[in-house]
């Protein structure tokens, strides 16, 4: 999980890493402005969409063009999972994969 290699310099411990990826805590670790960005980008995840209501959350949080490119990343780590996947490419060193759903 990448977000492991850049925590410390996100100044994210060990508590708020563990809750970004099991979706358990993250409400009560992370500020107003963490929780806009990852229900935005759980929403798209899971919708492949994002709600006029998530969209005016993470603009106020941010702006548009910070929300256009969350947007946009987002889209981009889905195309290369979906390659990394469908090549069967090895883990990165030092990684180990997140449990299946």
């Given at each position: 999980m990448h977000v492991a290699g850049f925590a410390e310099k996100a100044g994210l411990d060990a508590a708020q890493l563990?809750?970004?990826?099991?979706?358990?805590?993250?409400?009560?670790?992370?500020?107003?402005?963490?929780r806009a960005v990852l229900e935005a980008v759980d929403e798209l995840h899971t919708t492949f969409d994002l709600?006029?209501?998530?969209?005016?959350?993470?603009v106020a949080v941010a702006d548009e063009d910070a929300a256009l490119e969350l947007v946009l990343v987002c889209g981009w780590y889905h195309a290369v999972s979906f390659a990394v996947r469908a090549l069967r490419l090895p883990l990165e060193p030092g990684t180990r994969p997140i449990a299946a759903k």
């Open positions: 563990a809750s970004l990826a099991t979706r358990n805590a993250g409400g009560r670790l992370l500020d107003a402005a963490d709600s006029d209501e998530a969209w005016a959350r993470l």
